[in-house]
């Protein structure tokens, strides 16, 4: 009977250990996860010098990484992969990103002024308060890119993808939107003066309260 009660009391004690053992690893879920979300960002941490070293080296996909407040001023990343990667408050002005693959990339108030950004894919790109004055966007997908409050005075987006984006507010004083496909994007608030529209897609486009002084349209439009 005695060695009956002291396996009871065993196998009651293991259990009790075993229980403990699982609350605490519940307990621990949350550390654990959150250690690993931050030893994954510190791995796609990259400074400037290092995205540049690797790219000269023949690396081309950069997806995911972290370029926060980075200075790539006229760096040559043409045809870079940079796909959802963070560049807020970048500074890419004069950059060569002919091609280039930025895919629901956070470029949120970075400089792109005098960027080459011909053929590029921003689709889904974050460009909220960005400038991109004087950039070359021909032939560029900007489909539902966010660019409100952007700034793309003089910038050449002819032929460009503009499908569904986010317009509100920008000043595209001057800008080259020829041959652009604007099929349901919002211009609301944007300032179009001076700007070419001649032979644009402006099919369901929301122009309310656009300034269009000056601006140049298709004759039947």
């Known amino acids: 009977m005695a060695n009956l009660d002291t396996d009871i009391r065993h196998s009651l004690w293991l259990n009790s250990l075993h229980q403990s053992s699982v609350a605490r690893a519940g307990d621990l879920l949350p550390v654990w996860i959150a250690l690993i979300k931050r030893s994954l960002?510190?791995?796609?941490?990259?400074?400037?010098?290092?995205?540049?070293?690797?790219?000269?080296?023949?690396?081309?996909?950069?997806?995911?990484?972290n370029l926060s407040e980075a200075n790539l001023r006229?760096?040559?990343?043409?045809?870079v992969i940079l796909?959802?990667?963070?560049?807020?408050?970048?500074?890419?002005?004069?950059?060569?990103?002919?091609?280039?693959?930025?895919?629901?990339t956070d470029l949120n108030g970075a400089d792109?002024?005098?960027?080459?950004l011909s053929g590029s894919n921003l689709s889904g790109a974050i460009l909220d308060g960005a400038i991109?004055?004087?950039?070359?966007?021909?032939?560029?997908n900007l489909s539902q890119?966010?660019?409100?409050?952007?700034?793309?005075?003089?910038?050449n987006l002819s032929e460009a993808d503009l499908q569904e984006a986010s317009l509100i507010a920008a000043n595209l004083d001057g800008a080259d939107l020829?041959?652009?496909?604007?099929?349901?994007?919002?211009?609301?608030?944007?300032?179009?003066?001076?700007?070419?529209?001649?032979?644009?897609?402006?099919?369901?486009?929301?122009?309310?309260?656009?300034?269009?002084?000056?601006?140049?349209?298709?004759?039947?439009?």
Do not use: C, P, W
Request: no cysteine; hydrophobic share 40%; proline share 0%.
């Open 145 to 155: 890119a966010n660019l409100t409050v952007a700034k793309l005075i003089d910038t």
């Open 178 to 221: 020829s041959g652009a496909d604007l099929t349901v994007a919002d211009l609301s608030q944007a300032n179009l003066t001076q700007a070419d529209l001649n032979q644009t897609n402006l099919s369901g486009t929301n122009l309310e309260g656009a300034n269009t002084e000056g601006t140049i349209l298709d004759e039947n439009v």
């Open 112 to 116: 792109l002024s005098n960027a080459n």
């Open 132 to 140: 991109l004055d004087e950039a070359a966007m021909e032939g560029a």
């Open 41 to 65: 960002a510190q791995r796609q941490n990259m400074k400037a010098d290092q995205l540049l070293k690797n790219y000269a080296a023949g690396v081309r996909d950069f997806t995911g990484v």
């Open 83 to 104: 796909d959802r990667a963070i560049l807020d408050g970048a500074n890419l002005s004069h950059a060569n990103l002919a091609h280039a693959s930025l895919i629901e």
């Open 74 to 79: 006229e760096a040559n990343l043409s045809g």
